[in-house]
């Protein structure tokens, strides 16, 4: 609850920096600079097995624009996605087979992607996209693990202002895992709604 007042607070300061921005009802989104960052307070991640963890993810990047075609414009980011477990936990049983932990752990996961946006598409201000990118985690279950891996995923904004969108985006992330001194499949799937801010 208290993400979804903070959502809201950003949102109306935003809105008020830009009083002089009118709602956007049709015509294409045009950026107003070269950098748009996205925050994402309302989210989760499902894990594909119990050593990736599953539960309630924030995320937030930053990409700056390098380059545009009549169809897309092209981005360069990086992103910071943690995840807090919260369901599908670990049962981490020792060598003399006594469960040693219950942990759901924890994922601190930085990424840097490319990402297509394909507002020029469209003739309102809806903005889909698609992004690709590696990833590095950290996993902190009762040890500290780590993965890396490939995140690929997309989304859709509807910019209300010429600088601030609302919107949904979908990832799914997988790679090789180091934990408990193994290696094994790591993968996830996440879910997010938030905004996108057009600087």
């Given at each position: 609850?208290?993400?979804?007042?903070?959502?809201?607070?950003?949102?109306?300061?935003?809105?008020s920096a830009n009083a002089a921005s009118p709602i956007q009802t049709a015509g294409p989104e045009v950026w107003n600079?070269?950098?748009?960052?996205?925050?994402?307070p309302i989210g989760f991640q499902a894990g594909f097995q119990n050593t990736s963890v599953s539960g309630y993810k924030?995320?937030?990047?930053?990409?700056?624009?390098?380059?545009?075609?009549?169809?897309?414009?092209?981005?360069?980011?990086?992103?910071?996605?943690?995840?807090?477990?919260?369901?599908?936990?670990?049962?981490?049983?020792?060598?003399?087979?006594?469960?040693?932990?219950?942990?759901?752990?924890?994922?601190?996961?930085?990424?840097?992607?490319?990402?297509?946006?394909?507002?020029?598409?469209?003739?309102?201000?809806?903005?889909?996209?698609?992004?690709?990118?590696?990833?590095?985690?950290?996993?902190?279950?009762?040890?500290?693990?780590?993965?890396?891996?490939?995140?690929?995923?997309?989304?859709?904004?509807?910019?209300?202002?010429?600088?601030?969108?609302?919107?949904?985006?979908?990832?799914?992330?997988?790679?090789?895992?180091?934990?408990?001194?193994?290696?094994?499949?790591?993968?996830?799937?996440?879910?997010?709604?938030?905004?996108?801010?057009?600087?």
């Amino acid at each position: 609850m208290r993400t979804t007042f903070a959502l809201i607070g950003i949102l109306l300061l935003a809105t008020s920096a830009n009083a002089a921005s009118p709602i956007q009802t049709a015509g294409p989104e045009v950026w107003n600079g070269k950098v748009q960052a996205g925050f994402n307070p309302i989210g989760f991640q499902a894990g594909f097995q119990n050593t990736s963890v599953s539960g309630y993810k924030i995320s937030g990047d930053v990409a700056g624009l390098v380059g545009s075609t009549k169809a897309l414009s092209i981005w360069l980011g990086g992103a910071f996605n943690p995840t807090i477990g919260t369901f599908g936990c670990h049962d981490y049983i020792n060598s003399k087979k006594f469960l040693v932990s219950n942990n759901c752990g924890n994922d601190l996961q930085f990424s840097a992607f490319v990402m297509l946006t394909l507002e020029k598409l469209l003739q309102i201000p809806l903005v889909p996209f698609v992004r690709g990118g590696l990833t590095g985690d950290a996993l902190l279950f009762d040890k500290t693990g780590g993965a890396v891996g490939v995140r690929v995923g997309g989304g859709v904004h509807y910019y209300i202002i010429r600088t601030v969108g609302l919107g949904i985006e979908t990832n799914f992330t997988f790679g090789p895992g180091f934990l408990y001194g193994g290696t094994f499949f790591y993968g996830s799937w996440d879910f997010a709604f938030g905004a996108r801010f057009s600087f």
